[in-house]
């Protein structure tokens, strides 16, 4: 008999991969030891977005099996040629069949291809899909505890989003949030700070917010309402028409690289960036409970790892793409702006109310807001010293 020396040595490879999956999957899966103890405050959040459709009808099905291969499917609550998001899925779904030697493979359908956006929970919930790519935002309809783990206004950026997650019990808190409606929750990135939005006019003070038409969703919505202002939602392709024709005087979308690709800067002049309401929001991947529990213990560290390696490479890449595009932008004529310290002072009162108003929503979102804010107060008292000083001090040093 011949012996296979190089077949042997990759049959090796992939044994070690795969033994060092659990391992690796250790600093990945999000700990269940109580978290360390901080002083609870006080505060909560406001109205959520329009509720998804009930779950889905269809009968639950399980993942379709070959032997002891999987082949299962990812819905998207966005196009798969949403810059930075589309491509994220798709890298989750080759990671996992790298890890698992293609034993797991997982088919992405985005928004429409199979479900509309606005159902991509109710599919996963419903086990007509078995995984969504989506922010915990867009469900808040259906708890509004979930407003916490997509991102709140003045809250968590990504870097202590990810802390509280893992370190300050906000992952067992998300998968008790999610567990009534059988799902798993996984943090997949973010798209960073996100920009306030464009505006046809210059926006000085309070009273320029007074009946402006922004399109905003979620608790930024709320904010600019309790300002003066009338929030719409409408869906990404008809909001560079609505501003280019005024019914629109103002939109919220992401941030430069995303924003330019959606048609933006030629619909309006004006940039105001830092988006206050949206300082880190979080991407997730969500797996349907019963399917995830049926896989082996090897292919769920599969899945953990490739979430995380995704979450660093979404944000690194917003990073990045953010940072090239706006000089770009500016060139072309773009006007950055920043708002003013009374708009600001105003807009941080109103997100308090919204938010405390959602804290009283009811006893588990009062919990999840009071751990959210416990490592919110301890964050605000040591970034200065931190990111924030470093980065006053760089750009003073560097104007």
Do not use: C
Request: overall charge positive; hydrophobic content about 45%; aromatic content about 8%.
């Amino acid at each position: 008999m011949v012996r296979n020396d190089k077949g042997n040595r990759a049959m090796q490879r992939r044994s070690l991969v795969r033994a060092g999956l659990a391992a690796l999957s250790a600093a990945v899966v999000w700990p269940r030891v109580a978290p360390a103890a901080t002083p609870a405050t006080g505060s909560a959040a406001a109205t959520a977005p329009a509720s998804p459709p009930a779950p889905a009808t269809e009968p639950a099905k399980a993942p379709a099996v070959v032997s002891d291969r999987r082949e299962l499917t990812m819905v998207l609550a966005w196009s798969r040629a949403t810059p930075g998001l589309g491509a994220a899925a798709d890298r989750f779904a080759g990671m996992v069949a790298q890890l698992t030697d293609e034993r797991v493979s997982i088919k992405v359908y985005g928004a429409g291809e199979r479900v509309p956006a606005a159902e991509t929970l109710a599919a996963v919930a419903g086990g007509t899909a078995d995984f969504g790519h989506a922010s915990s935002y867009f469900w808040t309809a259906r708890n509004p505890a979930l407003h916490f783990f997509g991102g709140v206004p003045f809250g968590l950026t990504a870097q202590e989003m990810v802390a509280w997650l893992r370190y300050g019990g906000g992952q067992a808190l998300w998968e008790e949030v999610y567990r009534p409606l059988e799902i798993e929750p996984f943090y997949a990135g973010s798209t960073g700070v996100q920009a306030a939005g464009w505006f046809r006019r210059e926006v000085a003070g309070l009273a320029d917010l007074k009946g402006l038409k922004i399109r905003i969703p979620g608790l930024g919505a709320e904010v600019f309402k309790r300002l003066g202002a009338v929030p719409v939602m409408m869906p990404a392709a008809e909001i560079v028409p609505a501003l280019t024709q005024g019914s629109l005087d103002a939109a919220e979308w992401i941030g430069p690289w995303n924003d330019d690709a959606l048609g933006l800067p030629r619909a309006a002049k004006f940039y105001y960036l830092p988006g206050l309401l949206e300082p880190g929001p979080a991407i997730e991947i969500i797996a349907n409970r019963a399917m995830f529990a049926k896989l082996s213990v090897e292919q769920q560290a599969a899945i953990r790892t490739s979430a995380a390696a995704v979450a660093i490479e979404t944000l690194a890449e917003f990073a990045y793409r953010n940072a090239t595009t706006l000089p770009r932008l500016i060139k072309e004529g773009t006007e950055v702006r920043r708002f003013s310290p009374e708009i600001v002072k105003a807009m941080a009162r109103a997100a308090q109310q919204a938010v405390d108003d959602l804290a009283a929503s009811d006893p588990l979102t009062k919990r999840v807001h009071a751990s959210y804010q416990a490592f919110l107060q301890l964050s605000r008292a040591y970034a200065p010293l931190a990111e924030g000083g470093y980065l006053q001090e760089r750009q003073s040093a560097f104007p």
